[in-house]
């Protein structure tokens, strides 16, 4: 995955809403905070293994939908899911001034349980927002936010077990899903 492609992907993206909703000059990223912690518990529904009450704790890895009497798509809500995080992620790391992040260097946390992941992503979204809160600058969320990164991308490898490939491929149609809503006054 080459995520500096990815960063500049976002970039476009996240300038193309700003212009569309009239938002120059605003601190959006109290919103991306919160809508990634959305986006996470989306993720985390539709993965559904923390749910020790249900008999279902199926990932929801595929959903048929009928477009017409002829037509049927398929996807992949819990890869969906995963990539509106990303696009979250990336659009917060850009706020940060991150532009790309070497992931070679980053920690191995195959030790964690998934659901143990996804609260120690919810930490770190914490951590960045604390950080951001209590010393004002936002070169001191820099490491929270290499943490929320590989942690990120390891749930999405190693635990939900999406390659690189179908990661980058997912983004990619979203992304082109989300300009033509912005196109279409989403």
């Not at 819990?78 to 917060?92: G, P, T």
């Not at 195959?110 to 927002?129: K, L, M, N, P, V």
């Amino acid at each position: 995955m080459n995520l500096q492609k990815l960063f500049e992907i976002q970039a476009k993206l996240d300038a193309h809403i700003v212009q569309e909703k009239g938002l120059e000059g605003q601190n959006l990223l109290d919103e991306k905070i919160l809508a990634l912690q959305v986006e996470l518990g989306e993720l985390a529904n539709e993965w559904r293994g923390f749910k020790f009450w249900s008999e279902d704790q199926e990932p929801r890895t595929y959903k048929f939908v009928e477009l017409d009497a002829h037509q049927v798509r398929k996807w992949n809500p819990l890869l969906e899911e995963y990539v509106d995080c990303l696009h979250f992620i990336l659009s917060i790391g850009l706020e940060l001034g991150v532009t790309d992040v070497d992931i070679s260097e980053m920690g191995d946390f195959t030790q964690e349980t998934t659901t143990r992941t996804f609260i120690s992503i919810q930490g770190d979204i914490i951590a960045i927002d604390d950080d951001l809160e209590t010393f004002k600058v936002k070169e001191y969320a820099y490491e929270n936010y290499n943490l929320l990164l590989a942690r990120f991308l390891g749930l999405g490898e190693l635990q939900l077990g999406f390659t690189w490939e179908q990661i980058e491929q997912a983004y990619l149609d979203k992304n082109k899903i989300n300009h033509e809503r912005q196109a279409n006054g989403y």
